[in-house]
C-alpha cells in the first residue's frame, strides 16, 4: 500500500540557511500533520492543514511556516535556521472523514552545522 | 493540559517472555489512543488505535487494550524483531494533534 511520501530524506543545512520539507499524503487523504522529534525525545506537534487551510497549531516557531496545495502535498518552510532546529522532522497524513489514526512518513532528518 | 506517561522506560526480555507495557493518559474528552512502533531513525509505525474504554485490539504476539485511565500493550512470547521503541499517543476532542508519551524501549534478547 502506497504510503507517505516525505523529501528529502536527509539535509544538511548552515545556521541562519533556510530549508523546505515536502510532504506527499498517502492518496486520498486530506489532512496532513506535521511533527518535530529531536534526539531521544517523542515527536512534537507542529502544524496540521485541512483542505488546505491550518487546522491546528502547536510549539512552531515564527520562522517556521507550512501551506497545504491543492494536491494536498504540504511544504514545511523552515528560515534562519538555528543548531536546535536539527531534529527528525515527521509529516502524517489521514482522510478527515475516516478513521482516526495519522498515519507517518518516514522523516526528513535536518542537521544544522 | 493532557498529559501522556508511559512505563517502563526501558525493559528488556528474553525471547518468548510476555510482559506489557503501560500507557496512562490524563484527557478530557479522547477522541483516540494511538499505539506505534518506532525504529531508530525511523517514521513510528501504526499498531492499533482505541477508542473506548474497554475496547480491544490484537495482532500477531501484540494485544492493545483501553480503560478510562490507561492502555495496555500486551506483548506474547517476544521475538527479538520486536525491539523498538513504542509510542503512546492520545487526541483530544477539538483538536488534531497526537499528544505523545516518552515511549517504552523494548529489547528483546534471543
Known amino acids: 500500500a502506497a504510503g507517505v511520501i516525505q523529501s528529502p530524506r536527509h539535509l544538511i543545512k548552515e545556521k541562519r540557511e533556510t530549508a523546505t520539507l515536502k510532504c506527499y499524503p498517502i492518496?486520498?487523504?486530506?489532512?496532513v500533520y506535521w511533527y518535530q522529534q529531536g534526539p531521544g525525545q517523542d515527536p512534537q506537534f507542529l502544524i496540521s492543514?485541512?483542505?488546505?487551510?491550518?487546522?491546528d497549531k502547536g510549539s512552531i516557531p515564527d520562522r517556521f511556516s507550512a501551506q497545504q496545495f491543492s494536491d494536498y502535498h504540504s511544504e514545511l518552510n523552515m528560515s534562519s535556521l538555528e543548531l536546535g532546529d536539527s531534529a527528525l522532522y515527521f509529516c502524517?497524513?489521514?482522510?478527515?472523514?475516516?478513521?482516526?489514526?495519522?498515519?507517518f512518513g518516514p522523516g526528513t532528518r535536518l542537521l544544522v552545522l | 493540559e493532557d498529559q501522556v506517561t508511559q512505563s517502563p522506560e526501558a525493559l528488556r526480555l528474553q525471547e518468548g517472555e510476555s510482559s506489557s507495557l503501560n500507557c496512562s493518559y490524563t484527557?478530557?474528552?479522547?477522541?483516540?489512543l494511538f499505539w506505534y512502533r518506532q525504529d531508530p531513525g525511523k517514521g513510528p509505525e501504526f499498531l492499533f488505535t482505541?477508542?473506548?474504554a474497554g475496547e480491544e485490539k490484537e495482532k500477531e504476539r501484540l494485544k492493545a487494550t483501553l480503560t478510562k485511565k490507561e492502555s495496555f500493550l500486551h506483548i506474547t512470547a517476544p521475538k527479538p524483531e520486536d525491539s523498538a521503541t513504542y509510542l503512546c499517543?492520545?487526541?483530544?476532542?477539538?483538536?488534531?494533534?497526537?499528544?505523545f508519551g516518552t515511549g517504552t524501549r523494548l529489547l528483546v534478547s534471543p
Open positions: 484527557v478530557s474528552g479522547l477522541r483516540g
Open positions: 492518496p486520498r487523504h486530506d489532512t
Open positions: 502524517a497524513s489521514r482522510f478527515r472523514t475516516g478513521e482516526e489514526t495519522q498515519y
Open positions: 492543514f485541512y483542505e488546505k487551510m491550518q487546522s
Open positions: 482505541l477508542y473506548s
Open positions: 499517543a492520545v487526541r483530544q476532542t477539538g483538536f488534531q494533534k497526537l499528544v
